[in-house]
């Protein structure tokens, strides 16, 4: 893996979103000992017309697969593109990772809720706990149609409560629950939520590709991964990296799929 001086800014956003609140930092303060190491990536949109869905996603179970000490990997939504038929073939894609993975549901997940829990093996709202400390909570934000939706908050209320005792929570949910970005949706309620429990570390999305950087909402984090698929965004393919230390800290990046560079990064 290259560590090294961040990249002033590679991502392409677009002009109406340059005045938004993205930071940026000149270098990281990783953990001397990782003790929690998990991956997020998102809008694979497996089965696209006219795109190598199949090559972009084996890059990325490739550079997965060369991390080193990865406790589980979290997809962000978009797993295909569309059309149902394929969620049981990027599953057979997904299940060559050498280490436990989740989904999160995108716009472009148009299965039923029932097809999904049998694919999956799991509802479409889903939460876990890892080594007794971490709790990660995965939210649904679309439909069988598509539609952009605003996250269950009985579910997300309930969880966070149950977690509430955690060192540390983050949240995956694939739509922004909020119009800071092009394709957000407004969700303050949501925001204010997450926002109210201080153990919640992070959340993350995916569904904007040309965003791959961090926006605070009451000095919380909200961070993006840009893409591995898909016909449009940032030029280049990314994942999301995030390392929590015996020492406290806790680092997130982004890395592209095929050169393993870090191109961006936060300290949480």
């Known amino acids: 893996m290259q560590r090294r001086p961040f990249l002033q800014k590679i991502s392409l956003i677009g002009s109406s979103l340059m005045t938004m609140p993205f930071l940026l930092y000149g270098k990281m303060d990783f953990p001397k000992t990782t003790k929690i190491k998990f991956i997020t990536a998102s809008d694979g949109h497996f089965g696209q017309p006219d795109t190598d869905f199949e090559a972009s996603h084996q890059q990325l179970i490739d550079a997965i697969n060369q991390e080193e000490s990865v406790d589980f990997v979290v997809f962000n939504g ?63 934000c679309s439909n069988e149609t598509g539609e952009y939706l605003c996250a269950d ?24 629950q909020n119009d800071w970005t092009r394709h957000g949706v407004a969700c303050k309620d949501f925001l204010d939520l997450v926002t109210s429990y201080p153990n919640v570390k992070a959340t993350f999305h995916g569904h904007d590709h040309d965003v791959d950087g961090q926006m605070l909402y009451k000095k919380k984090p909200f961070l993006w991964s840009g893409h591995f698929g898909g016909s449009w965004g940032n030029p280049f393919p990314s994942y999301r990296v995030c390392e929590i230390g015996d020492d406290g800290k806790t680092a997130t990046y982004l890395k592209t799929v095929k050169e393993g560079m870090i191109l961006n990064g936060h300290n949480l």
């Open 78 to 140: 978009d797993l295909i593109h569309d059309d149902p038929k394929w969620m049981p073939e990027v599953k057979k894609v997904y299940d060559q990772l050498s280490v436990p993975y989740f989904t999160c549901r995108g716009n472009h997940d148009r299965v039923s809720l029932g097809a999904w829990e049998e694919i999956w093996g799991r509802p479409s709202n889903y939460a876990f706990v890892h080594q007794e400390s971490l709790g990660i909570i995965l939210l649904d």
């Open 153 to 176: 908050l009985e579910f997300a209320t309930a969880k966070l409560e149950e977690f509430k005792s955690m060192e540390q929570v983050f949240v995956f949910i694939h739509i922004s």
